[in-house]
C-alpha cells in the first residue's frame, strides 16, 4: 500500500532534510508532495525550534531557471536554506526510497495579481482582484507550464498535482472577507464571473454583447440578496443557474467558455508532463470553488478529460461525490489524500500515522 504526504519546504529547511527524511521513512511514507510554489500563508510549527513562516502574497519556493519563463517572471523568495532544501531531496530522497512529486498552486498568487494586474480577475462590478489572477491570460497559462517543466527538469519529480487552476469564488483568498448582506449562493456564483480583458476578449470572440451581458449579470446579483427563510441549497443553486441559462443563450456561451479555458490550460500541462523523456502523471484538485457548479458549466468533466487522474480529500468539501461520480464514469484514477503535515507536527507520531493509513485503505 502506497502513502503519501504534503511537506513544506520551510520546515524541511528546519528540521533537515536528511532528519525529516528518514522520519518520514520510519512512517510509511512512499512519496512526499512538495510545494515548488504556495500562496498567502502565516504558519508557525514547533519542530526543530518553535518558529513562524511568512508569506503574505505567496511565492516560489525553489530556485528557478527564470531564462525559460516569459512575461511573468517568478517571484522566488530570498531564502537560501528554502531554496537549498530542493537540492537537498533530490540528491536523499531516492535513497530513502521516498519519491518526490511536485504540488502546484497554480492561480492563487497575489504577487502576480498585483506585479501583473492585466492578468487579475475582474468582478462583474469592475473591481479589480489582488488575491489571484485568471486562468484566461495567455501570459498566465504560459507561466504555469513553464513552472512545472522547470520544477520537473531539475529536482527528480515525477508526478504533479495542480492546484486552483478553475475560477473560484469571488472571494477566495480574501485576507478578511467583510460581505456584509446575505447574498443567495447563485448570487456569490454569478458575482465570481471574471470580466478581464482576457475572458471579455473570448467571449467577443463567441460573438457576445459583453456590455450588456455584464449589466444583466449585474442586475441579476441585486435581486439576489437572500429572503429570510428562502430555501439556499446545491439544488436550488443549481436551478437557478439552469433557468438563466436556458433563458440567456449569451451568459450560457460565456458559461461555457470558462470550462474551454481551464480544459486548455489543464490539457497544455498534462501534454508537458507526457512529452518529457520520464513519464509523468497530472492530477488536478477541483477545489471548493466547484462544489455545485458541475450541472452548470461541465468543468469536473473538463478537467478529468484533459488529466490522469483527480485528488479528493475525503470530507472536506460538499462536491466530493460528484468528483467520485464523474471519475468513476471516466475511468479516471481517483487518488483520495488526508492532509497531513508530517512535519510540522510534535512527535510521536502514531497517529500521523494512523491518518496516512486511513487515507490510503480508502484509495479504490
Known sequence: MRFSTCVYPWDLARIGVREALAELA????????????????????????????????????????????????????????????????????????????????????????????????????????????????????????????????????????????????????????????????????LLGLCFCRNCVARSIDLGVDVAALRHRVLTRITCEVKKAGAADDASAMNASLMTWLDEDPELAAFVRERSVVVGELAERVAETLHAGSTARSLFLLPGTAVETRSSVDRLLEVLVEHTDGMICMPGRYAGEPEIRRIADARGSHLELLSMVFPTSMVPPMGSVADQLRTAAELRP
Open 26 to 189: 520510519d512512517l510509511g511514507v512512499s512519496a512526499l508532495k512538495m510545494y515548488p510554489n504556495y500562496h498567502s500563508i502565516e504558519t508557525i510549527s514547533p519542530r526543530g525550534s518553535l518558529a513562524g513562516y511568512c508569506l503574505p502574497l505567496g511565492g516560489v519556493l525553489f530556485p528557478t531557471d527564470r531564462s525559460s519563463y516569459g512575461r511573468i517572471q517568478p517571484e522566488v523568495v530570498a531564502d537560501d536554506e528554502v531554496l537549498g532544501v530542493w537540492w537537498d531531496l533530490a540528491e536523499q530522497a531516492p535513497r530513502a526510497g521516498i519519491d518526490i512529486e511536485a504540488w502546484i498552486v497554480g492561480l492563487y498568487q497575489p504577487w502576480m495579481a498585483l506585479k501583473y494586474p492585466d492578468c487579475a480577475r475582474v468582478l462583474p462590478t469592475g473591481d479589480v482582484l489582488t488575491a489571484g489572477v485568471c486562468p484566461a491570460s495567455a501570459d498566465v497559462a504560459d507561466y504555469v507550464v513553464t513552472l512545472v517543466e522547470d520544477v520537473c527538469r531539475n529536482f527528480g519529480v515525477g508526478n504533479v498535482a495542480l492546484e486552483r487552476i478553475s475560477f473560484p469564488a469571488f472571494d477566495d483568498g480574501w485576507s478578511r472577507p467583510r460581505v456584509l448582506f446575505p447574498l443567495t449562493l447563485a448570487g456569490r456564483w
